[in-house]
């Protein structure tokens, strides 16, 4: 390959990070996200690329912290919140009073970006929403997070934003799961969430994407401006053909489980330690897959000899059954020896025979790959002990991205912010804490 | 309204979902994206078709990546495509691929190259398991290769039920997303200095970032989180319930909408519940079962916890309060006439996205990249047709225009 990669890897290795510059420096982000993931992702994800985030935390500190499956907190917070509480400083402040409004509408006429997850009617009768704070800072960019999106006849709806309740919306678990079989259907054979917070977690990257965008005008224009996402319509997006084939065809995606109505074999297939992914649907990718698997009369059988022949339900069905014969006695590892074996003499679409094992967290992180390229952090906190995190996933050779700091607790940098940043005496910062403001 | 990504001209040479939705989400905000694919075929994207069906002889599946685009035609394996193809990119601000690692190398046109053409080139190199690293040699990657290796699928579906594979692209789509995310920080940090850089981001590596507490539960514990099925294990009873007319997600994120919740199933019961009485996932199922999606709504805005309906693409496509979003816009393409796709997500007050044509027959926009941008003659234009090194589309669906009948 001509060196490529080991070129590749000595421009990019995350390793090699520090020292380089960053994207976002210079950029200040205030995060006012109470019990909200998906406007942590968005910060954190400004964060990586080098913006300063300051997150504004109820005094007493985040509900978000106390989010703790099975019970697992450490120091009070759990793992949810240090997943993802990255390259932030920590200021507690409360909104419910004049005073502490006062105090966010200073930090925000030194911002940049507002992240906030607060309803917009809330923010607008605090007197810190995005109409009285551009008034003062005409370049801010307010980002917005919600459920629905804050126009539109669904926008006033009293539910409180949620991952669950942004997967409903999005279209994804209605083709996720297996379809009812008999009756009464079983449990599992329902609408299924994605098991991670994907909602929340792909609000805040289109949050982040927003800003990046109404950053670039304000480079050209100097103008601010508001930037509305709806965490249901971020995953929505991902549901790709769904409108056109319902504005063309009249028909809309069911689920079938891990079949594919539009590709196939697309598939988990069985294998001796567990499941394997198994691709090959274009015609020339199919052919070599039948070949690999013993099987080449198949390739010309009448059943299998077209994509759309492929798609028919009891096709896929009948392929299923043919790929797992063969590969139940086979290990994913000697399953994608196999395919590579062959594939390797390849190029162009008959090469295009895709697998991948369905890893168990703890099989991902047994594989060294993902450890070389710096995609996992163990990071020693002094207040929040050793953590495994993922690290960002961007390899830049210029600007690298990176995770400097884990979590610390609330209002840890209250008087480096108060102070520092806003001119506040010592006195001062003791009275409003005293007070409760802060 | 202006458009935020002005003046910025992507060049997109990639296949399939990953790199052309990359180049998607930035044309949507204004980018000037010309699309690179080989003569006749084209894109093997178009051929992805549901059900097999194609509509005005191209597939509704390959509509929904590739709006905004300029579609040229250019075999690049060729010495005389890869000098256009270079000439392109000189002109660009970025370039997105999702070759395998090291294709576009090989071929003289990888960033090692370009950048000596052009140092201010953004070039994002997507890919399934990076550029580099003993997993990045010649190996292929689709959507649910990352959605598997990542640990996503093993998390996602029902206890003592075999791991989910989503049963939309959704290892693509989010991939992409953070690759154009990080497309626009490179174009912040290059108007400060000029300096292009290259961008290598791997799509399984993308899924292993969205996995929120996996990775510190695995650390602290040694145990893989379990499949938790509809029932969200950090919010519960937070989750997907079946109800009379379908199922609905019921969601209650604090201790008061857990209040609120409580409430509602004791009113129901009625029995009043003791304040330490936990709420259990079986109750809320039950309490469910009978009611309609309208009744669960009405019962969480009366009780104070939330619901929202599961829904899927027809009642997108049938609501209301999208279509007043622009979220399900609804286009009038010169081509094709009315076609209703997704809108852009993120809603900008003073430079929004917008769609403003749909995807074309392969080689479309030849002459006006090709005269245009690059101020090749028609002769010269010609010439490279006759040599084959640019082209248009095959006499096949998926590739070629309307049939006149249709228009």
Redo the contacts between chains.
Sequence with gaps: ??G??????A???PGTAAGK????AGLRVIEICP?H?GGMVASS?LGE?GAEVIKVEPPGGD?ARR????G?AIEGT???F???ARNRRFATLSLDEGEGREIFRRLARGADVIVTSERVARMDEAGVGHAALSVENPGLIFLALS?????????DS???D????C???S????????PEEGSPPL??Q?????????GW??QG??????V??????R???G????????G???L??????????????G????????F????FP???IKCRDG???M?A??DEAFDSLMTIIGRPELAGDPRFS????R?RMETEKALQAILEDWSQHLTADEILRAI?EH??KKSG?G???????????????A????R??G??A?VDDPVYG??????????????P?RLKSVCKRPGADNREIYCGLLGLSAAEVDSLSARGVI | K?E?????RVIELATRIFGPATSD?LGE?GAEVIKVELPLRGD?MR???????Y??EVS??F???NRNKHHVAIDVRLPDGKELFARIAEKSDVLVENLR??TM??WGI?Y?QLRERNPGLIYA?NS???????????????D???????????????PG??????????GD??AA??S???I??????R?R?G????????Q???M??????????????????P????L????PP???Y?CADG?????A??AE?RAGLLEALSAASGSAASAGEGLSADQVAAFSASRTQAEMLRA??GSGF????????????RD???R??G??WELDDPLYG?????GP???????P?RIKWTAKPVGYHNEKVFNGLLGLSREEVQELERKKVIGKWADAPGARPPVEKER
């Design positions: 390959m001509s490529f990669d080991a070129w590749a890897k421009a990019t290795d510059p960053e994207a976002l019990g993931f994800i690329f509900p989010y703790a499956p099975e697992i759990g793992l949810p240090l997943s993802e459920l629905y999106g804050s126009f539109g006849p669904c926008a009293s539910a409180m949620s991952d669950i309740l997967q409903a919306l279209g994804a678990p209605h083709i996720i799961g297996e449990p599992h329902a609408p299924t969430r994605l098991g991670n917070w994907h977690f792909t990257l289109w949050g982040a994407f927003g990046l965008a109404a950053l670039r005008f480079a050209e224009t103008k601010g401006q508001f930037v509305d996402v709806s249901a319509e971020g929505m997006k991902f549901a790709d053909y769904n409108i056109t084939w319902m504005h063309t065809a028909k809309s995606r069911r689920r079938i489980g891990n594919d109505p539009a590709v697309y598939t988990y499941h394997t992914f691709a649907y274009n077209s994509p759309a022949a798609v590579e594939t390797s679409p090469a295009a025979v895709v697998t991948g094992r369905v890893n168990r967290p703890l099989e991902t992180l594989e060294a790959n993902w070389e390229r995609c996992f163990s050793n953590l495994l995190l993922a690290a960002p996933p961007w390899k830049m050779s210029f600007t991205a | 202006p935020a990504l002005e003046g910025i989400y905000f093997l051929y992805v078709a549901p059900e097999g069906f509509w005005k509704p599946a509509l929904s990546l690692a090291g190398d090989e990888g090692r190199a399934g398991f990076g550029q580099w690293g003993p997993y990045s040699r010649g190996r292929a990657s689709y649910a290769t990352a959605q598997a290796v990542s640990g996503m699928s093993a998390i996602t579906g029902f039920h075999p791991p989910v594979k989503a049963g939309f692209w959704v789509y989010t997303l953070f154009a995310i990080s626009l920080a490179a174009l912040e940090v108007r200095t300096e292009g850089q290259l961008i290598d981001i791997s399984a590596e993308a292993i970032r969205t996995l929120d507490w996996t990775w510190p539960y695995a650390g602290l514990t040694g145990k893989d989180r499949r938790a099925g509809n969200d294990p950090v919010l937070s989750g997907i079946r199922f609905v997600a019921i969601s994120r604090d909408e969480a805005e939330s619901a929202a309906p599961v829904v899927g693409g027809e009642d997108h496509y209301p309060h999208l007043a979003r979220t399900v009315r076609i209703d796709e997704y997500v993120p809603k900008l007050s003073e430079s996205g």
